[in-house]
């Protein structure tokens, strides 16, 4: 078998375009969606994020506002500028990028935005959500996973799905929403015993640990669908959590890296934030 290469660049294309058309009618309603984008220090890698996420915003018509702020800000600062974007009506979704610097506490940060303008879905009251099954906003990589497996066919409902990795940004809600399309899930982690026994039983294999090309082709029940969260930056470019020939000799169908889930993330942030917009519009 050689697996089909899940095309996240081209599906992200297509949901901007569709984007794109309902902030036009937005616009017609009086109504642009608006982002802020919260960036504290020098993070080169949440500098490209951020600036990946503003060019998407243009693109698709979403007004988009960056807070660039110096490492040295302090915790109330950076509270008192969650609570102004709170206030702020044209303001339909906030977003603070992480990492913070050390010495701010980022959980006390998420805390203070207004659930309704969560469009990372990172606040307790957006997990909870999640986990009961109630609408909110879920986080943009876990829900750009499922809709890429929704547009490519891939059937969850009964599937035994693996997730490599725990962290409450990727690993924990994609196992609760794939668990919400009736998966059977099984969560692994740096601790978990024998973790390519546990991938073997997979049909869905979503990995999100961080460790280039850990996920190795024998570790890939023949047919299964590969869903590599990975970016890490390496001598060799960017590089995934699944070595990707090898576990492509077996999966019936894989994302690649790049170009699979991480174009996805950003889709779905917009789209949460089209969704913040138009809740606010009272037209949803
Ligand atoms: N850092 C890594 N991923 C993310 C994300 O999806 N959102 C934010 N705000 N920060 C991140």
């Known amino acids: ?15 901007r375009k569709e984007l794109q058309t309902e902030v036009q009618a937005l616009e017609s309603e009086g109504v642009t969606p608006g982002l802020a984008v919260v960036l504290v220090g020098e993070n080169a890698a949440s500098q490209v994020y951020v600036r990946m996420k503003q060019k998407a915003c243009r693109e698709v018509g979403i007004y988009s506002k960056e ?28 977003l603070v990028q992480l990492p913070l610097p050390g010495g701010l506490d980022e959980q006390e940060v998420l805390c203070r935005i207004d659930p309704d303008k969560d469009v990372d879905g990172f606040h307790p009251i957006n997990v909870g959500r999640l986990s009961v099954g109630a609408p909110g906003y879920a986080p943009c990589t876990p829900a750009g996973i499922m809709e890429l497996l929704r547009r490519t066919g891939v059937e969850i409902e009964g599937k035994k799905a693996v997730v490599l990795g ?18 059977t899930v099984e969560i692994c982690h740096s601790r978990t015993r024998d973790v390519a026994a546990a991938c073997r039983t997979a049909d869905i294999l979503v990995a999100a640990v961080g460790r280039p090309e850990m996920v190795r082709g024998d570790w890939i029940k023949p ?12 001598d060799a470019g960017l590089i995934g959590d699944v070595a990707y020939e090898e576990a492509a000799a077996h999966a019936s169908a894989i994302t690649p890296v790049p170009g699979g ?21 009272g037209l949803v």
Do not use: Y
């Open 1 to 15: 078998m050689h697996a089909a290469r899940i095309d996240g660049k081209g599906t992200a294309a297509q949901m």
């Open 67 to 94: 807070h660039r702020l110096s490492e040295s800000i302090t915790q109330v600062e950076l509270l008192d500028l969650v609570d102004a974007l709170n206030a702020d009506p044209d303001i339909h979704g906030i």
């Open 166 to 183: 725990r962290s409450n940004i990727v690993g924990k809600p994609t196992a609760m929403l794939l668990l919400g399309e009736h998966a």
């Open 223 to 234: 047919g299964a669908v590969v869903i590599d969260v990975g970016i890490n930056r390496t």
């Open 261 to 281: 889930v991480g174009p996805m993330t950003i889709a779905m942030l917009l789209s949460n934030t089209v969704h913040a917009a138009k809740r606010t519009a």
